[in-house]
């Protein structure tokens, strides 16, 4: 069961997070076979020491520095290229895999061959694993991703595990947000999806998370995604109209309420049923 890992990092990124998260992919119980490390473009003195730590203990870690920084969608694009398997698992540079995640996708992924792309619950914490403040559940089955899809992203991207052909097939990562557009690609064109009902994933999250999840910016790339999947023949007018005038009030609505609806409504419910 060969698989790679795709990861991207930049300037931005503390080193003591990629330190983390890179200890979690290397302590699996099934170790990766490959990972796929993307410089988008150059990093800092404490990441760079960080990275050839690494280097010089896992020789599985393979480096692809970029000259410039290109953003996540780009850098994701250019790894997968350097991705020596068909069977490829994302991790963010900040995030922390439970120890049996690659276990128990790798396998699923090898059990049900008709699957092209699986993901997992996340378990968001604030500074330490341990700190959990909420958990983001999606739904398991394909007709309810498809259903769930139609108004939230239906899976979680630190936690994917899919067939890089399929993603290669498909044009790769857009801008506009990168992983949500190319979910609903790959079901617009028969691709197959199960989410893992449990948490598999640490997902870092803070305060500032809801700062930066909101403004004009944030609503006309909303909208600009939404008129996509309209476009594609994904969502009907109603839904369009529906998903733009919620998605926009909601990052344009004061920081403390935003707060609120992500991890009241939008966290401790199961909506998908």
């Not at 330190?19 to 119980?29: G, I, R």
């Not at 150059?42 to 020491?49: G, M, R, V």
């Not at 594609?232 to 344009?252: C, Q």
Request: aromatic letters at 14%; one cysteine or more; a positive charge.
């Amino acid at each position: 069961m060969h698989f790679s890992v795709l990861m991207s990092v930049y300037i931005k990124e503390k080193s003591q997070f990629l330190k983390e998260s890179l200890n979690s992919v290397f302590n699996q119980t099934l170790p990766p076979d490959e990972v796929i490390l993307v410089e988008d473009g150059p990093l800092t003195d404490e990441l760079y020491s960080t990275i050839n730590d690494f280097t010089e203990k896992h020789k599985e870690l393979k480096i692809i520095p970029l000259k410039e920084n290109h953003g996540l969608g780009y850098a994701l694009n250019i790894g997968l290229k350097h991705c020596k398997y068909n069977l490829v698992a994302r991790m963010d540079s900040d995030d922390i895999c439970k120890p049996y995640r690659f276990e128990k996708e790798i396998t699923f992924m090898h059990d049900h061959k008709d699957i092209d792309i699986c993901s997992s619950w996340i378990d968001e914490f604030e500074n330490d694993k341990k700190n959990v403040v909420s958990q983001r559940r999606i739904p398991e089955t394909h007709e309810e991703i498809i259903r769930y899809a139609k108004f939230r992203c239906p899976v979680n991207h630190p936690t994917v595990v899919y067939k890089r052909d399929k993603i290669i097939q498909l044009g790769g990562y857009q801008d506009f947000p990168e992983d949500y557009y190319l979910w609903i690609k790959m079901i617009m064109n028969g691709c197959k999806f199960y989410n893992i009902q449990e948490s598999l994933l640490f997902f870092r999250f803070s305060s500032d998370l809801y700062k930066r999840r909101g403004g004009w910016k944030y609503a006309k790339d909303d909208i600009r995604a939404q008129i996509n999947f309209y476009k594609v023949g994904f969502l009907n007018k109603r839904e369009l109209l529906y998903n733009a005038s919620i998605r926009s009030t909601v990052r344009l609505i004061p920081v403390h309420i935003r707060a609120f609806i992500y991890k009241y409504m939008l966290r401790k419910r199961k909506i998908f049923k």
